[in-house]
C-alpha cells in the first residue's frame, strides 16, 4: 500500500520546516499489488521539506490487485524522537543559568583570568609603540596620544564589543563562525548541501525567523540565498576573519611576553635584548606547557593573579597622578586628538596602530563568550577592568608630562621604585594569562570551524565535565608554540610585533564588524539608521586605523599577513573539496531499482550482526555500499546507514540526537541514521555507548512506526457508512489542527513494548472487531522485528568504513588539479577521522576504499 499525503499549504517564513509535529492528516490510501510498493523510504519521505510520507508493512500477500482509494485519517510521520523533542520547552538552557552566589565569584575571577587577560596587558606597550612612531615634542602630544588612547578604549573594546557585539552571541557562542552559524540558522547561506528539513525541527534551531512584516529583512535574506556569489563572498569573509584569529593567536603571546620581560632593561641596567629574547622563549614554553590543564583548573589560579595585575594598575595610576601632572584629565576633551593631529599629521597617523594596542583583546571576549555569560563579561569590564586601564593611562601620561625622555618603557619607567619588582612579577604573570586569553579563543574558533566543514578535523580533548566548550587542541597549541617562537626569535622588537599585533587583531575586527551588520540587519531586524551607523563607525574607525598599519608591513609584520594568508587557504580548499567530495557522492549514489532487483537478500548472504556503515550521505543510498556488496562474500542482516552530521546550532540535546528512516521496505532490515551534533558539542562517548543509543532509538523508532501502522490499519477497516459521517465527528483546535474523535492522538502513546489503542469517549465511534484484528496483526509484526533487532545486537556489531577519496578529472584545469590531488588529499590523509572518537577496536572495523572524480 502507498499512501500519498494530501498536506495543508503553509507558509513556512523563509524555508524553516513546519515544526507543528502534534498535527495529524488526512491521507488518500491505495492499495496495489505488493511488488509495486518497494519504494525508497527517503524518497517518500519528504526531501523535498514536505511532511514525510508512509511506506506500509510490504510482507501482505492478500492484497486486492485493484487499486481502492479511500479518505483515512492518519497521525503524524514523526522521526526518532519527535515526540520527546516537544518536551524540550525551548532552546537548551545556558550553563551559566542556575548557579549559586558562590559559583558566580568564582566564575568572575575565572572572567577575569580567561576573557581579560589580554586587554589588560596593553598598558604594558601601548604608550610605547605610539612614541616610537610618533616622539615627545610636548605636553600637548602627550595631551593628544592620551586622549586618543581613551577614546579608541571606550570606542572599541566598550561600546562596539561590550554593548553590541556580544548580544550577537549564538546561544552564548561567540566567535566569528557562531556569527556564521547564526546567518546560516536563519537563510541558506551554507554552500554544502546536506541540509534536511528536519534540522529545523531541533529545539536549538527554534528561532526568530524574519517576520512577514519586514520586507527589508526577507529581501536581503531572498537576495542571500539566490546569489552563489554573495554565499561565497560571505565565506570567504569568515574564513578570513578565523584566520586572522588564529595569527592573532600567534602573534599575542609574543607580544605581551616581551613586552613584560622587557621591564627587566628599566630594573636592571646589564640586562641585553638578547637575554631578554631568551627568557621569553623560556616563558612561552611554560605558558603552552600548563594550557592542557584546562581553562577552569588554569583559571582559578590566574583569576586572583589578573585582580591584582588590575588592582595594581589602578593603583600605580592614582600614585601618579598624584605625584606628578594631574592635568591629564583634559585628555577626555576630544579636541585635544584634533590638536595631536593639527601639530604633526603624518606622525599621529602613524602613531595610530600604536594606538588600537589598547583595544587588543576585544575579540578575545567575545570569542572566550562560549566559557562564560554575557552579563559576566559585561559587568567585569564595565566595574573592574575599566576603570583600572583608564587609571592606569591616565597615570602614565601624568608621568610622561615630566619626563619625556621615558616613553621607550613607559609603563616599567612609570612604577614607584619601591613596588617594581612586586609590579615586574605580576605583571609577567599577567603577560602569560593574556596569552591564554587568545590561545583559548583560537581553540573554541577551530572548533567551531570545525563542525562547520571549513577545517580539518584535530584531537579535541574536553577539559572540564561542569561546562561543555571548554577545551584544548593540542595540535594547535604546539603549533601556536613554533610560531610563536619563531616571531619571537627572528623580530625582536616590540615595535614590529606591535605592528604585526594591529594587523592581525583589525582584520578580526572588520570581520566581525560586517557580520554584526548583516545580523542586525536579518535577524535583529532594527531600524536601518541604527545599523548605517553602527557600519559607519566602527568599520570607518577600523579602515582608519587598518591604513596606519599597512604603511609599515615592510618592517617584518609581513610575516604574520604571509601566515594569514596560508590560514585561510588551508581553510577554503578543505571546505572546498568536502563540497566537491559530498556533491559527487549525491551524484553517484546507489538506485533503489538495484537493490529491489537484488531482493531482500541483496545478492549475497545475510550474515547475522548489525552493520554501521558510516558516510557523509544525509540522503540515499552512498556508492560506497555496492562496493561491500562486490567485494565481501556476506553482508549484515542488519545494515544501518550513519551519517555523522554538524547542524549549525551550539548544541544539539541528547533526546534529538538521531534521526532515523527506513531506506527499504521492512524485509530488507536496512535503515538510515543521521547523528546530529551542534558546533558546541563534544564527542565523549565510546563505541559502547554510541551503540547502545543508536540501537535504544533504532527501537523507539520502529515502535512508533509500528503505532502509525496501526492507527492507519485502523482507519483502513472503517465501513463506508462510517466514512460517510467522518467529517462530521472532528475536533477543531484553536490552532486550526484537525482532530477525529475516533482516533486517539499520537502523544497518548508511550514507550511501551505494545501500541496501545485506547477506545474513545465518543459513543458514535468504537472499533469493531476488524480493527481489533489489525492491531493483533500489527502487534505481531511489531514484535517479530524487535525480535530479529535484538538478535542482530547479539550477533555483535561492526563498523563498515567507506573511505571516499575524490581526484580531479583529466579536463580539469590546472588550479583545480592541484588543489584537489594534492593540498586536499594532504589535508584528508592527516586530518583526524569522524569515526577516531569512538576507539573502535581494529577487530570491529572493516573499510573499503572508493576513488570519486570529479
Request: glycine residues 8%.
Amino acid at each position: 500500500m502507498v499512501n500519498v499525503g494530501l498536506e495543508k499549504d503553509r507558509e513556512n517564513n523563509g524555508g524553516l520546516a513546519s515544526m507543528d509535529s502534534i498535527e495529524s492528516r488526512w491521507v488518500f490510501q491505495d492499495e496495489y499489488d505488493s511488488d509495486i510498493n518497494s519504494v525508497d523510504h527517503d524518497t517518500v519521505n519528504g526531501d523535498d521539506g514536505s511532511t514525510p510520507r508512509n511506506v506500509l508493512d510490504l510482507d501482505s500477500e492478500d492484497e486486492d490487485d485493484n487499486a481502492v482509494r479511500k479518505l483515512i485519517r492518519t497521525g503524524p510521520r514523526i522521526d526518532s524522537f519527535d515526540v520527546e523533542a516537544l518536551e524540550v520547552p525551548g532552546a537548551q538552557k545556558n550553563d551559566f543559568d542556575d548557579v549559586s552566589a558562590g559559583r558566580k565569584i568564582l566564575l568572575a575571577f575565572q572572567t577575569l583570568g580567561v576573557v581579560f587577560g589580554d586587554v589588560g596587558t596593553s598598558p604594558l606597550y601601548t604608550f610605547s609603540v605610539m612614541f616610537s612612531k610618533a616622539p615627545v615634542n610636548g605636553n600637548e602630544d602627550v595631551l593628544g596620544a592620551l586622549s586618543l588612547v581613551l577614546y579608541t578604549l571606550i570606542l572599541i573594546p566598550l561600546v562596539k564589543y561590550v554593548l553590541i557585539v556580544l548580544w550577537a552571541n549564538d546561544d552564548g557562542e561567540g566567535g566569528t563562525f557562531a556569527l556564521y552559524s547564526l546567518l546560516c540558522r536563519h537563510a541558506k547561506v551554507n554552500l554544502l548541501p546536506n541540509q534536511l528539513p528536519s534540522d529545523a525541527r531541533i529545539s536549538g534551531f527554534r528561532l526568530k525567523v524574519p517576520s512577514p512584516e519586514l520586507e527589508r529583512s526577507l529581501r536581503i535574506k531572498e537576495r542571500l540565498e539566490a546569489s552563489l556569489t554573495l554565499k561565497k563572498l560571505l565565506l570567504m569573509l569568515v574564513l578570513a576573519g578565523t584566520a586572522m584569529v588564529i595569527a592573532d593567536g600567534v602573534v599575542t603571546p609574543a607580544m605581551s611576553v616581551m613586552s613584560a620581560v622587557g621591564g627587566l632593561r628599566v630594573g636592571v641596567s646589564g640586562i641585553k635584548q638578547d637575554q631578554v629574547v631568551m627568557i621569553s622563549v623560556a616563558f612561552l614554553v611554560i605558558l603552552f606547557s600548563v594550557q592542557k590543564y584546562g581553562t577552569s583548573k588554569v583559571g582559578l589560579f590566574v583569576g586572583p593573579a589578573l585582580f591584582i595585575w588590575f588592582c595594581s594598575l589602578g593603583g600605580i595610576g592614582i600614585y601618579n597622578l598624584i605625584n606628578y601632572d594631574s592635568r591629564v584629565w583634559r585628555a577626555f576633551n576630544p579636541v585635544h586628538i584634533y590638536y595631536y593631529f593639527k601639530r604633526n599629521p603624518t606622525k599621529a597617523w602613524y602613531s595610530l596602530g600604536g594606538c588600537l594596542l589598547c583595544a587588543t583583546g576585544s575579540e578575545a571576549m567575545f570569542a572566550d563568550l562560549c566559557y562564560f555569560s554575557v552579563r559576566s563579561v559585561q559587568l567585569t569590564f564595565v566595574f573592574l577592568v575599566l576603570p583600572c586601564l583608564l587609571l592606569g593611562y591616565l597615570g602614565q601620561a601624568a608621568y610622561l608630562m615630566e619626563n619625556h625622555a621615558d616613553t621607550t618603557q613607559a609603563f616599567f619607567s612609570s612604577v614607584p621604585s619601591g613596588a617594581f619588582w612586586p609590579v615586574f612579577l605580576i605583571a609577567n604573570v599577567a603577560a602569560l594569562i593574556a596569552s591564554r586569553a587568545m590561545t583559548t579563543a583560537t581553540f573554541s574558533c577551530i572548533k567551531q570551524s570545525t563542525a562547520l566543514g571549513c577545517f580539518p578535523r584535530l584531537k579535541i580533548i574536553h577539559t572540564s565535565r561542569k561546562f561543555m566548550g571548554q577545551i584544548y587542541i593540542p595540535v594547535m597549541n604546539w603549533f601556536l608554540l613554533a610560531l610563536s617562537l619563531v616571531m619571537v626569535c627572528s623580530i625582536s622588537s616590540i615595535y614590529e610585533i606591535g605592528n604585526a599585533y594591529g594587523i592581525a587583531e583589525l582584520g578580526v575586527m572588520m570581520m566581525t564588524t560586517i557580520l554584526v551588520t548583516i545580523v542586525m540587519l536579518l535577524i535583529w531586524q532594527i531600524n536601518i539608521i541604527v545599523v548605517l551607523s553602527f557600519v559607519v563607525i566602527f568599520l570607518g574607525l577600523e579602515l582608519m586605523f587598518f591604513s596606519s598599519v599597512l604603511w609599515s608591513v615592510g618592517d617584518g609584520s609581513w610575516i604574520i599577513l604571509v601566515f594569514a594568508v596560508v590560514l585561510f587557504f588551508v581553510m577554503y580548499i578543505w571546505n572546498y573539496g568536502s563540497k566537491l567530495k559530498y556533491e559527487t557522492e549525491v551524484k553517484q549514489k546507489m538506485s533503489m531499482d538495484v537493490l529491489r532487483e537484488l531482493g531482500p537478500n541483496l545478492g549475497t548472504i545475510r550474515a547475522p550482526g548489525i552493520g554501521l556503515l558510516y558516510n557523509e550521505l544525509a540522503k540515499g543510498i552512498p556508492a560506497i555500499f555496492g562496493h561491500f556488496l562486490t567485494t565481501l562474500p556476506a553482508v549484515h542482516s542488519m545494515i544501518i546507514f550513519v551519517c555523522i552530521k554538524y547542524i549549525p546550532v551550539p548544541v544539539v540535546p541528547q533526546n534529538e540526537r538521531f534521526l532515523f528512516r527506513r531506506v527499504c521496505p521492512r524485509s530488507y532490515h536496512i535503515f538510515r541514521c543521521v547523528a546530529r551534533y551542534g558546533y558546541k558539542d563534544v564527542r565523549k562517548e565510546n563505541h559502547q555507548m554510541f551503540e547502545q543509543l543508536l540501537i535504544e532509538s533504532l527501537e523507539k523508532f520502529i515502535r512508533r512506526d509500528a503505532q502509525e501502522r496501526s492507527l492507519e490499519s485502523d482507519g483502513n477497516g472503517e465501513s463506508d457508512s462510517e466514512e460517510e459521517h467522518a467529517f462530521s465527528r472532528v475536533l477543531v483546535a484553536p490552532n486550526g489542527s484537525v482532530y477525529s474523535l475516533g482516533v486517539p492522538l499520537l502523544a497518548d502513546f508511550r514507550d511501551t513494548g505494545k501500541a496501545v489503542m485506547e477506545e474513545s469517549t465518543s459513543e458514535e465511534m468504537k472499533p469493531g472487531p476488524s480493527s481489533e484484528s489489525l492491531l493483533s496483526d500489527a502487534d505481531q509484526s511489531f514484535e517479530k522485528e524487535l525480535s530479529f533487532l535484538r538478535k542482530a545486537k547479539e550477533s555483535g556489531v561492526v563498523y563498515l568504513l567507506g573511505h571516499g577519496n575524490i581526484r580531479a578529472r583529466k579536463s580539469s584545469w590546472f588550479i583545480k588539479k592541484l588543489f584537489i590531488n594534492y593540498f586536499y588529499a594532504f589535508l584528508r590523509k592527516n586530518c583526524r577521522r569522524e569515526i577516531a572518537s569512538l576507539s573502535v577496536p581494529h577487530s570491529h572495523l572493516m573499510q573499503v576504499g572508493m576513488t570519486y572524480m570529479v
